[in-house]
């Protein structure tokens, strides 16, 4: 959004938000006029000098600051003045709903709770290298375009689906057969100190027939690409290591590289079991066309019709429907133990059990 006026309609949980620039600063506001609560802008980006909303025409300044409404003072009519607002009547009481706003290396946060901790104490420093390894005001950010799924399933289970390291090489073909992810890989699973946030940290191996892959139906040793640009992938400085760290910070943000392939994933719950989710894919300001297009390329693996991604969303919705039809059952994530703890390995169901520990505490359960 580099000019004033550029804004871009989004949501918090359930409520929508628009996001403007106003001059150097970046706002937040909810999508709710202050008069009769009405969700006035429709479009899911473009540039205005200002927000109105259509029902009874009240207009707002890119602050949200209420700067007029029709008829404040009454319409003249026969000599008298009809109707109008009460005598103490502010406008500066009338504004659109702002929320606290965090920015850091290009990215934007925002929250309802004017009170949340600095948005470098919310994610901590464990978790907060990793989002500086991708968001930084050195290496900026190219926008390459967005994806848009509804997933027919509550939005905690896309919470640990990507806090969940077990899967990937049993469900995901791409993932065992081309040494994408799996249990044979040098790993670490990172969690901030209140276990809400997590990144799962892993280096690429060349797949193959392993101990791993015995008995698992996914691993397809004879699958071959017909296109092998597919996992053309080249090695980035600024990975420092790792080829993919899927990092999730709670309870809405899913941030993902994986080889050359960059996105964030972003849950908005629409009711209990369902909810949208909506990818944006970046690569870096830098790149060159053919690094443009080896992104892109990659990103086919990923997104709502994705070689990978297709499967998330398929598994978690059959879990939704078992839940609908017994909602007294109950599930187990007990690998490697009980406890809630960093490791070294991907064999764990630790940031699974970190979360929900965490979600209880906050619906105190």
């Known amino acids: 959004m580099p000019q004033a ?3 871009k309609r989004t949501a918090v949980g359930e409520r929508s938000v628009i996001m403007v620039r106003d001059g150097a600063d970046i706002r937040v506001v909810e999508n709710r006029c202050a008069h009769r609560g009405v969700a006035f802008c429709r479009e899911r980006h473009g540039r205005v000098t200002e927000f109105f909303c259509p029902y009874h025409q009240w207009n707002y300044n890119l602050k949200g600051e209420l700067v007029g409404l029709p008829f404040r003072r009454g319409v003249k009519q026969d000599g008298r003045v009809n109707g109008g607002m009460p005598a103490d009547f502010k406008l500066s009481d009338h504004g ?10 290009g990215a934007v946060f925002a929250s309802f709770d004017a009170n949340i901790e600095p948005f470098e104490d919310f994610l901590g420093p464990e978790v907060l290298h990793y989002d500086d390894r991708v968001f930084s005001d050195t290496r900026p950010l190219k926008l390459l375009g967005y994806n848009r799924q509804r ?18 090489g049993l469900l995901h073909t791409w993932f065992v057969t081309f040494g994408l992810w799996r ?20 280096r690429r191996n060349e797949g193959g027939v392993g101990t791993v892959t015995q008995g698992v139906t996914s691993f397809k040793a004879g699958m071959q690409l017909h296109d092998d640009r597919l996992l053309d992938v080249v090695p980035e400085a600024w990975w420092g290591g790792p080829s993919m760290v899927m990092m999730t910070l709670f309870p809405s943000l899913i941030v993902q590289q994986q080889v050359n392939s960059l996105s964030t994933r972003h849950i908005q719950p629409v009711a209990p079991g369902v909810f949208d989710f909506v990818w944006t894919h970046f690569g870096l300001a830098e790149d060159d066309a053919a690094m443009t297009r080896r992104r892109l390329r990659q990103a086919n693996l990923f997104g709502p019709a994705g070689f990978v991604s297709a499967d998330d969303g398929e598994v ?9 039809a017994n909602d007294q059952a109950r599930t187990l994530s007990e690998l490697d133990g009980r406890d809630v703890k960093a490791t070294d390995h991907m064999v764990t169901e630790t940031l699974i059990r970190g979360m929900h520990r965490y979600w209880r505490e906050v619906m105190a359960l």
């Open 5 to 7: 006026g550029d804004f």
């Open 96 to 105: 659109l709903n702002p929320l606290k706003v965090a920015r850091r290396g």
């Open 151 to 168: 997933v027919p399933a509550n939005w905690k289970l896309m919470q640990e689906n990507i806090k969940d390291p077990y899967h990937p």
């Open 183 to 202: 249990a044979d890989q040098k790993s670490q699973m990172v969690m901030d100190a209140k276990h809400r946030h997590a990144c799962m940290v892993s």
């Open 316 to 324: 978690i919705a059959c879990v939704q429907q078992a839940f609908a």
